[in-house]
């Protein structure tokens, strides 16, 4: 995101001068979930950086374990509710632009790494769309009277079976939360 301002701050074109007086944008940021997670970062923050600024042009999709060398690994396959986090942040700051998959599939035909793919994404987005934002958002911005609530309401989200877990405790009116 310094880099962006930097480049911005060095350009001397009339033109560009204009736009950016405007107030477009003329660098943004295209971040890859691999790269993002070699680095360590958290994901859904450095997504809503750029988002925040209007400075996310676009988002480059893939699975990839902290650290190590750039895998390219299939969408959601590993920690899945960091996929569902950035596409949280997404919906949050009504992200409208491209999704581009950058996966490496060695062990499946190309046809059906781009079919499970892309049902990775829309699951995925479906998830989220079912997301109660208006609590989650209360919740955390009042802890002290919902301790545990948003873990509990995305632990329940993300099972395919949440009957079968103790019931969630209720947001009371978004004043006080009993257990």
């Given at each position: 995101?310094?880099?962006?301002?930097?480049?911005?701050?060095?350009?001397?074109?009339?033109?560009?001068?204009?736009?950016?007086?405007?107030?477009?944008?003329?660098?943004?940021?295209?971040?890859?979930?691999?790269?993002?997670?070699?680095?360590?970062?958290?994901l859904?923050?450095?997504?809503?950086?750029?988002?925040?600024?209007?400075?996310?042009?676009?988002v480059?999709?893939?699975s990839?374990?902290?650290?190590n060398?750039?895998?390219?690994l299939?969408?959601?396959?590993?920690?899945?509710?960091?996929?569902?986090?950035?596409?949280?942040?997404?919906?949050?700051h009504?992200?409208?632009?491209?999704?581009g998959?950058?996966?490496?599939?060695v062990?499946?035909?190309?046809?059906?790494a781009?079919?499970?793919n892309i049902?990775?994404?829309?699951?995925?987005?479906?998830?989220?769309?079912?997301?109660?934002?208006?609590?989650?958002i209360?919740?955390?911005?009042?802890?002290?009277?919902?301790?545990?609530?948003?873990?509990?309401?995305?632990?329940r989200?993300?099972?395919?079976?949440?009957?079968?877990?103790?019931?969630l405790?209720?947001?009371?009116?978004n004043?006080?939360?009993?257990y």
């Amino acid at each position: 995101m310094i880099m962006c301002h930097q480049v911005q701050d060095l350009l001397k074109s009339p033109e560009n001068k204009k736009i950016l007086a405007g107030g477009d944008i003329m660098v943004g940021l295209n971040p890859e979930i691999g790269h993002v997670l070699m680095a360590y970062e958290d994901l859904p923050y450095a997504y809503s950086w750029p988002l925040s600024e209007g400075r996310l042009v676009h988002v480059h999709l893939n699975s990839q374990p902290l650290g190590n060398y750039d895998q390219d690994l299939n969408v959601g396959t590993i920690s899945p509710e960091l996929l569902d986090g950035m596409m949280w942040i997404l919906k949050m700051h009504s992200y409208q632009s491209w999704f581009g998959i950058d996966i490496n599939p060695v062990r499946m035909a190309v046809e059906t790494a781009i079919r499970n793919n892309i049902d990775a994404v829309k699951a995925s987005i479906d998830r989220i769309n079912e997301i109660d934002d208006e609590s989650v958002i209360w919740a955390a911005n009042n802890p002290d009277k919902a301790r545990g609530w948003i873990e509990a309401y995305l632990l329940r989200a993300r099972t395919p079976h949440p009957e079968k877990l103790s019931p969630l405790p209720p947001l009371k009116n978004n004043v006080g939360f009993n257990y």
